[in-house]
């Protein structure tokens, strides 16, 4: 009798499990260091997983961690909260207006920056972090090598309208980034700024970054690897609550509060 129930344990054990389909990517592990104006570093700890048209990005502070999930297959970004068990799901079409209304933003304040004298321009520009002259970015390439994370390494220079915008040192020991992420620059394009769109379009032709200095922000990869990666590793756990859903479970006055 017992050896009876202990088959059949062992059956469920080994078959009753829900099996996880494993996709080749890549995982990275990195932290960005950024700088304050008053001279404060915070440290920013990522952990990142790519397969073909699906990406996540774990951020650790020394305040919080938060997931955020890209599915092109969707065409949803997710953010999570892991410590409340909560997700916020945001469509692509969301993410285009918002843009759309971001960069007619920036035409009119370029605008508006065309009527001032340079010195009153320059602290706009410095305030509101936009320039008055639209992005216009080049790759150079440099002759410069190093080791990184146990990767052959060579070190670009990014231009902006000919001033010295960014640093970046890339990889192409694994090969193009496409190869991994099905579209990297259209995952790109829900991650990162309109203004700083173009960059990374121009740098993604070069391999795959591996090193930052972006102004007082400095990236750097301490780990990359082609591995297996779990495909649910991209879905939103079934015990996490949308959080629009939470709101409008709420009672109407509660709302109003």
């Known amino acids: 009798m017992r050896k009876t129930l202990l088959i059949s344990l062992i059956f469920l054990l080994i078959f009753g499990c829900k099996t996880t389909k494993m996709i080749e ?3 990275f592990e990195q932290v960005t260091y950024q700088v304050s104006k008053n001279g ?3 440290t920013l700890n990522q952990k990142l997983y790519l397969i073909p048209n699906k990406f996540r990005t774990d951020y650790q502070t020394p305040y919080n961690t938060s997931y955020t999930i890209v599915r092109l297959d969707k065409s949803l970004m997710y953010r999570l909260s892991p410590e409340e068990s909560l997700y916020t ?3 692509f079409k969301a993410i285009e207006k918002q843009q759309e209304k971001t960069r007619e933003s920036i035409r009119r304040m370029r605008a508006q920056m065309d009527t001032l004298p340079p010195n009153l321009r320059w602290r706009m520009e410095r305030d509101m972090g936009v320039k008055w002259q639209p992005e216009d970015y ?3 390439e440099t002759e410069e090598t190093a080791m990184i994370a146990g990767y052959n390494c060579k070190k670009y220079i990014v231009t902006n309208n000919d001033s010295l915008d960014s640093e970046f040192w890339l990889t192409q020991d694994l090969g193009d980034i496409n190869q991994y992420a099905g579209n990297w620059i259209e995952i790109l394009d829900k991650i990162t700024s309109v203004t700083k769109i173009d960059r990374y379009k121009l740098l993604s032709e070069k391999g795959i970054i591996m ?3 972006v102004r007082s922000s400095k990236t750097i990869v301490t780990k990359l ?3 297996s990666i779990p495909e649910n590793l991209f879905d939103v756990p079934d015990y996490y609550k949308n959080v629009k859903e939470l709101i409008s479970e709420q009672p109407e006055t509660e709302q109003k509060e």
């Open 89 to 91: 799901e945001i469509t």
């Open 25 to 27: 990517g890549l995982y």
């Open 211 to 213: 090193q930052s200095k």
């Open 138 to 140: 080049k790759i150079h």
């Open 225 to 227: 690897e082609k591995k």
């Open 40 to 42: 404060d570093t915070t």
